[in-house]
């Protein structure tokens, strides 16, 4: 398994600002990031998967929480971590509704994001893949 190997972050919100500032965030600590205003383009991960998925719960035309659902319903993807950002007041039930790993309450502060995702990816180490 290689060791050092940067871990990827898939954020979808279709607030574009909100993107670019995680996006820029999440750069200054070597996470390559891939962000999309479409979060139906989650399913639409080649070989790699990433580390981690930010999702925002409302989006324009799709629901987080059913992106959640089928994400954690799917064999390929149910290990991914998946954090919910947003600012509704209930995200924490939402949360633990759906399943997600956690969630990141808007709005948030810069370092609480950052020691957050850091926490969930360090907590998230996954075991060796069996062969398939």
């Keep these: 398994m290689a060791t050092g190997k940067r871990k990827k ?3 979808a919100d279709d607030d574009k600002d909100i993107l ?3 996006h820029l965030m999440l750069q ?10 479409n979060a139906k383009n989650i ?7 990433p580390d981690l998925i930010l999702l925002d719960i409302w989006m324009s035309g799709v629901d ?33 509704q759906y399943h997600a790993d956690a969630y990141i309450a808007k709005p948030f502060e810069m370092d609480y994001f950052l ?4 926490e969930i990816l360090e907590a998230a180490r996954p075991e060796e893949p069996a062969d398939m």
């Excluded at 399913?43 to 998967?49: A, N, R, S």
């Excluded at 059913?66 to 209930?90: G, H, M, Y």
């Excluded at 020691?115 to 850091?118: A, F, G, H, R, V």
């Design 9 to 11: 972050i898939f954020i």
């Design 20 to 22: 670019q500032i995680m």
């Design 28 to 37: 200054t600590k070597a996470y390559d990031v891939e962000t999309t205003c």
């Design 43 to 49: 399913f639409e991960f080649g070989k790699e998967l």
């Design 64 to 96: 987080g929480r059913e992106i959640c659902n089928q994400l954690k319903k799917n064999e390929r993807t149910k290990n991914i971590p998946v954090v919910f950002i947003s600012a509704n007041s209930n995200i924490k039930k939402i949360a633990e």
């Design 115 to 118: 020691n957050k995702i850091d």
